[in-house]
């Protein structure tokens, strides 16, 4: 968590930025994360990074100088190259939860810098510096999308009790309460081709409630729920697919192709939920290479055995991680993340 002096820092470089620049994790923590602190003076513009393995590097600079910010606030990315930071030549605020990393002239903010244990999603650390009332259902639907029960979750039920009526455990407020719809929005509607991304994402800077995208009771709400419910009937479509090939392995081995939509985060977590005894490997095939999100009770180090000697990447979470193997590789990866699973 952050401390009210970093809270109070944080609230006036936002409030002095007269052309920030925002970039996030494309999935529903960083979204989330960027819209509490967005909302809060309507100032900026957002990129998204997309890829299976995050990384700000270098190559981003060029977004940098197109939209030529005074400040840059980087959002639930685990990796900022130090090349990027120099070349940047911007004051740059990095707020993450990952492993942490040791860089010069950035200011970074990560609980896991005094524990490493610590697990605060980004989008609770936005929350403290937001605090708006009306952005509630933002902050936690941010949370429970990076699978943490937030501590205000009883204002959230006073306020939504349409989403949630009682308290229930993680899994189930994540994949069987109303809320859940919620949850699944910010992830699925920033997918699919750029050019619909970028339009939802600035109609939903504008929106002020769930219940206008929930209940449709605006034309823009209206608006991005059928765009959700297409993006979601795919994500369904695998889903049933997967479950077909549940066997009594400890591994379940799920595999899908670029042809289709990418959902492999989405899918290992709601598999993950529902077999939590089982480690969950969901992969997708993509341009000679293999993109995989793993679960499992310390799986992380698992994979990190693994990918020695191979060529790929790969980190996150104790529980909850990803990697990118080159395709030439895939088959010995595989055998030797199954020793690692047999050893541990």
């Known amino acids: 968590m952050l401390s009210p002096q970093q809270i109070a820092f944080l609230r006036e470089e936002l409030a002095t930025a007269k052309n920030p620049l925002f970039f996030h994790d494309g999935d529903?923590?960083?979204?989330?994360?960027?819209?509490?602190?967005?909302k809060i003076h309507r100032e900026g513009k957002e990129f998204p990074l997309t890829s299976t393995f995050k990384n700000l590097d270098a190559s981003f600079c060029r977004k940098v100088e197109e939209f030529n910010p005074d400040k840059i606030f980087v959002?639930?990315?685990?990796?900022?190259?130090?090349?990027?930071?120099?070349?940047?030549?911007?004051?740059?605020?990095?707020?993450?939860?990952?492993?942490?990393?040791?860089?010069?002239?950035?200011?970074?903010?990560?609980?896991?810098?005094?524990?490493?244990e610590a697990y605060v999603p980004t989008t609770r650390m936005a929350w403290q510096v937001s605090e708006r009332e009306d952005d509630l259902w933002i902050a936690t639907a941010g949370c429970l999308a990076d699978y943490s029960m937030p501590?205000?979750?009883?204002?959230?039920?006073?306020?939504?009790?349409?989403?949630l009526s009682k308290m229930t455990d993680l899994p189930t407020t994540v994949f069987k309460m109303p809320v859940s719809q919620l949850v699944k929005f910010f992830f699925f509607i920033q997918k699919g081709p750029s050019g619909e991304v970028r339009r939802s994402l600035r109609v939903l800077a504008k929106i002020q409630g769930p219940e206008e995208i929930?209940?449709?009771?605006?034309?823009?709400?209206?608006?991005?729920?059928k765009r959700f419910e297409k993006?979601?009937?795919?994500?369904?479509?695998?889903l049933q697919i997967a479950l077909k090939g549940v066997s009594r392995s400890k591994l379940l081995l799920f595999y899908y192709t670029e042809q289709q939509w990418s959902f492999t985060a989405n899918l290992a977590n709601e598999l993950s939920s529902l077999y939590p005894q089982k480690v969950i490997l969901i992969v997708?095939?993509?341009?000679?290479?293999?993109?995989?999100?793993?679960?499992?009770?310390?799986?992380?180090?698992?994979?990190?055995?693994?990918?020695?000697?191979?060529?790929?990447?790969?980190?996150?979470?104790?529980?909850?991680?990803?990697?990118?193997?080159?395709?030439q590789d895939w088959e010995r990866f595989l055998e030797r993340l199954k020793i690692e699973l047999k050893n541990a």
């Not at 993450?96 to 200011?107: A, F, S, Y």
């Not at 501590?151 to 989403?163: A, G, Q, S, T």
């Not at 929930?214 to 729920?225: D, E």
């Open 231 to 238: 993006i979601n009937q795919k994500y369904e479509q695998l």
């Open 214 to 225: 929930l209940l449709q009771t605006t034309s823009p709400g209206k608006f991005l729920w």
């Open 75 to 116: 959002l639930d990315i685990p990796v900022v190259e130090q090349e990027f930071i120099d070349k940047a030549k911007r004051p740059i605020f990095w707020l993450d939860h990952h492993m942490p990393l040791e860089r010069q002239n950035v200011h970074y903010f990560n609980p896991r810098l005094k524990n490493t």
């Open 28 to 38: 529903a923590d960083g979204l989330c994360a960027f819209l509490l602190l967005y």
């Open 284 to 327: 997708r095939k993509k341009g000679g290479e293999m993109k995989c999100s793993l679960r499992g009770k310390n799986i992380l180090t698992a994979l990190q055995s693994a990918l020695e000697g191979i060529e790929g990447h790969g980190g996150g979470h104790p529980d909850a991680c990803g990697a990118v193997i080159k395709e």
């Open 151 to 163: 501590d205000f979750i009883d204002r959230f039920m006073e306020k939504y009790p349409y989403l």
